[in-house]
T-cell receptor, first 111, second 116 residues
Framework: SQQGEEDPQALSIQEGENATMNCSYK?????LQWYRQNSGRGLVHLIL?????REKHSGRLRVTLDTSKKSSSLLITASRAADTASYFC???????????FGQGTRLTINP | KAGVTQTPRYLIKTRGQQVTLSCSPI?????VSWYQQTPGQGLQFLFE???????NKGNFPGRFSGRQFSNSRSEMNVSTLELGDSALYLC???????????????FGPGTRLTVL
């Protein structure tokens, strides 16, 4: 079964607004990563947050991690049309060499 | 530095055939992982190779196999193709593949396999 559950499954907002996506997972992790995928293409790595970190920023992206609640959120500020894509969280389990992905959030930015 | 490359990008096969997909990791990366992406099951881990050895394997039947060469390039093979094998197959490479805190996986563009 999938380790991560993402919420919402789909999100549609106006350009310029902020978009927030959430991810929950089940077991202990080493790190959690967020990826973007455009129209069935390859995954683009956005940001990695380690299990001992609580918040991380990269440009317009802000990721938080709450290990007590086993959840993470990705905030995209001042959204642009080019941000339209699917966003996936992926967890790297302790002692494992694989990423376990959530089902993703489909984000649509309307001009 | 060149990214992860996968060939071919698109492939059409018929049931019962076999297929080989290729992945060239980022220069210097020694770990290569393969994932299958379908609309119904999402992204699922197939296997991971490091220094020509398979270190991890996902829950896929034995028809799915792979290997890694001394230059870290990897191939995956699917024998006796089924309709359900139609998917986007993604390869990812990382520097060491160790279960460390900051080992990022970089993905290739994928191979779109269609089984008719």
């Amino acid at each position: 079964s999938q380790q991560g559950e993402e919420d919402p499954q789909a999100l549609s907002i106006q350009e310029g607004e902020n978009a927030t996506m959430n991810c929950s997972y089940k077991t202990s992790i080493n790190n959690l990563q967020w990826y973007r995928q455009n129209s069935g293409r390859g995954l683009v790595h956005l940001i990695l947050i380690r299990s001992n970190e609580r918040e991380k920023h990269s440009g317009r992206l802000r990721v938080t991690l709450d290990t007590s609640k086993k959840s993470s959120s990705l905030l995209i500020t001042a959204s642009r049309a080019a941000d339209t894509a699917s966003y996936f969280c992926a967890t790297k389990l302790r002692g494992a060499q694989k990423l376990v992905f959530g089902q993703g959030t489909r984000l649509t930015i309307n001009p | 530095k060149a990214g992860v490359t996968q060939t071919p990008r698109y492939l059409i096969k018929t049931r019962g055939q076999q297929v080989t997909l290729s992945c060239s990791p980022i220069s210097g990366h020694r770990s290569v992982s393969w994932y299958q992406q379908t609309p119904g099951q999402g992204l699922q881990f197939l296997f991971e190779y490091f220094s020509e050895t398979q270190r991890n394997k996902g829950n896929f039947p034995g028809r799915f196999s792979g290997r890694q060469f001394s230059n870290s390039r990897s191939e995956m093979n699917v024998s006796t193709l089924e309709l359900g094998d139609s998917a986007l197959y993604l390869c990812a490479s990382s520097l060491s593949g160790r279960a460390g805190l900051t080992d990022t996986q970089y993905f290739g563009p994928g191979t779109r396999l269609t089984v008719l």
